[in-house]
């Protein structure tokens, strides 16, 4: 049975990628969770991963070609009944919907972003000329181009936007971040509240582990809050799922989602599969990994799909509070401040302690502040009691 | 180690872990006196893939107390000569 390999969303606002690299070649077998091709967003590189186990037929997109989400990769062989293949060919993987440009591939900007390398390109002689005094391959404008004629003008732009990919990545990158925020904050009707916790007893719980253990094995702050958030988000209703065609979906894994900021500017959130049911040595591995691959450029496409639910924190060096921005078509989204020293009334006496403001921004079609309430004084009961984490 | 290592040579092997850890980083831009947090974004994460990189290629044993001492690139660079130093 064959079955189309598609190009998936990685993320709200993703119209389009470049093909950088095919990983498999026609002929090879693929398992499910492999990554089969390399596209590069504005996000950096990210291995599309299959969801079938199969074998690769044809490969439909050469390197170097824009190619819109939902457009075909390749094609693979899948085993299995035809029967069972047509049932889970067209079907994202179960634990990775697809985000919401996914449902709506009639995007504005699709038509001059055509899929794959389906147009001929032809290059006028001046411009073939120009290219070459440019030491700019004729190959890369086509697939660039995907259709149309180029002209010398066309040519000396590519040429120039190749000299300055940094400042390019950049402003698309925040172009990108810009439509996604602003789509979510007209879309979500959002509600914000905020606590203030006394995190001295996880960062002493934290200071006692790690004395003990070597330096490889030792945990940051940044995992404990996920796995409580994970914890809180998996016992209360409402915040963990998406929004989507007018109706809250409960999800019953926790994926959190992660907010690293990039150096270049700009962040992405990958997501930390089943933190809920994860211990913390386990999740520190995990969050180290992404945090080395996120750093390198190299992110798994599973990862963008897959966050029900989000924690950002501005560390260490960063203000009290933030009031953060609902990644739709996620529901919540969990803010950490700065955990710093400060005055804190306790038993009576005035004392110093480590607090942490924490924030939810929720979504009010799906909750409101009662069970928001909830939920935070549940992150603050499991950071008072880290033992259970 | 028989001889103390070179200033130079710890902190071009300081580099080096710096830019393995976090390829997004021009080492030349570098300065070695200021907080990597301020100037490259450091964080917790980062700082702790640094001081495993330090702990493994130096061999030492690098305490959760000790890692401010590597804060800028020229007090690690001298943490590591120090506690190398001073076997």
């Known amino acids: ?389 | 180690m028989a001889t103390p290592m070179q200033d130079s040579e710890v902190r071009s092997r300081l580099l080096a872990l710096l830019t393995e850890i976090a390829p997004d980083i021009d080492p030349a831009t570098i300065d070695p006196r200021r907080q990597l947090r301020d100037q490259v974004d450091f964080d917790s994460m980062d700082r702790l893939h640094f001081a495993v990189a330090i702990s493994e290629a130096f061999h030492l044993d690098i305490p959760e107390q000790d890692y401010p001492q590597l804060g800028t690139l020229q007090s690690a660079c001298e943490y590591v000569q120090g506690r190398s130093g001073g076997r």
């Open chain 1, 1 to 389: 049975m064959q079955i189309d390999f598609r190009l998936p969303s990685l993320g709200a606002d993703m119209e389009s990628a470049t093909l950088a690299q095919w990983l498999k070649q026609p002929g090879e077998a693929v398992r499910r969770g492999e990554a089969i091709a390399v596209v590069e967003t504005q996000k950096g590189l990210i291995d599309v991963e299959c969801f079938e186990d199969g074998t690769v037929t044809a490969l439909d997109v050469a390197p170097g070609a824009k190619v819109a989400v939902g457009a075909v990769l390749a094609r693979l062989s899948v085993a299995g009944t035809a029967a069972a293949a047509v049932a889970s060919a067209p079907q994202p993987p179960p634990q990775a919907p697809p985000a919401v440009v996914a449902a709506t591939p009639a995007t504005p900007g699709a038509p001059r972003e055509a899929a794959g390398t389906g147009g001929l390109t032809r290059i006028s002689p001046a411009a073939r000329r120009r290219a070459q005094e440019l030491g700019v391959s004729l190959e890369v404008l086509a697939q660039q181009a995907a259709g149309g004629v180029l002209h010398i003008e066309d040519v000396e732009r590519l040429a120039a936007r190749a000299q300055a990919p940094a400042e390019d990545a950049r402003s698309a990158m925040r172009a990108v971040i810009g439509s996604a925020m602003a789509r979510a904050k007209r879309e979500i009707p959002h509600y914000y509240l905020g606590l203030t916790v006394d995190f001295g007893p996880a960062r002493e719980w934290l200071a006692r582990q790690n004395a003990t253990l070597p330096i490889q094995e030792r945990l940051i702050e940044g995992v404990l809050l996920t796995k409580a958030v994970a914890l809180a988000a998996a016992r209360i209703e409402g915040f963990n799922g998406y929004f989507r065609e007018g109706r809250f979906e409960r999800v019953a894994p926790v994926h959190v989602g992660s907010a690293i900021a990039l150096r270049g500017g700009g962040l992405v959130a990958p997501a930390l599969l089943d933190a809920d049911r994860k211990d913390l040595k386990t999740l520190m591995r995990e969050f180290s990994d992404l945090v080395r691959r996120v750093r390198a450029g190299r992110m798994r496409s599973s990862e963008f799909t897959a966050a029900t639910i989000t924690v950002t924190s501005l560390g260490e060096e960063g203000v009290e509070t933030l009031y953060p921005i609902i990644h739709a078509p996620q529901v919540a989204i969990v803010g950490a401040g700065r955990i710093a020293e400060q005055a804190w009334a306790q038993a009576g006496a005035v004392v110093v302690r480590p607090l942490l403001h924490l924030t939810l921004a929720a979504d009010h079609r799906v909750t409101d502040g009662r069970s928001g309430s909830r939920f935070l004084q549940a992150i603050a009961a499991l950071l008072a009691d880290p033992e259970k984490l």
